[in-house]
């Protein structure tokens, strides 16, 4: 199982930013999938969740941190997952992956990650 998550870097508060994850090793079309990040300090923590499609496309959940300016997606014909990330605040900055599963992380090892860093 590979996760190769790209995209990130420096932008400026209010900024916006999309992250992709690319994966490999498993089905996955077939695997809800989870952004997590890691901010300097602080315990890894999920984010963004996107279940499988379904019948009426697939279902998203997010912290309440995040929730109206991050749109999770997927691409199961590419095995993507990708994360825009609009109005960006100081606090987003972190070290940004993503792994599948809705309620834990179901692979290891987990990928490089991306680091976003919200700064003037």
């Known amino acids: 199982v590979q996760f190769v998550e790209s995209g990130g870097g420096l932008v400026q508060p209010g900024g916006s930013v999309k992250l992709s994850c690319v994966t490999s090793?498993?089905?996955?079309?077939?695997?809800?999938m989870t952004w997590y990040r890691q901010a300097p300090g602080k315990e890894i923590e999920p984010i963004a969740k996107i279940s499988e499609d379904g019948d009426d496309g697939p279902r998203a959940d997010y912290i309440d941190d995040v929730k109206g300016r991050f749109t999770i997606s997927r691409d199961d014909a590419e095995n993507m997952v990708s994360l825009q990330m609009n109005s960006l605040k100081f606090e987003d900055t972190a070290v940004y992956y993503c792994?599948?599963?809705?309620?834990?992380?179901?692979?290891?090892?987990w990928g490089q990650g991306t680091q976003v860093t919200v700064s003037l």
């Open positions: 090793g498993f089905t996955f079309s077939r695997f809800p």
């Open positions: 792994n599948a599963g809705w309620k834990k992380a179901l692979f290891n090892p």
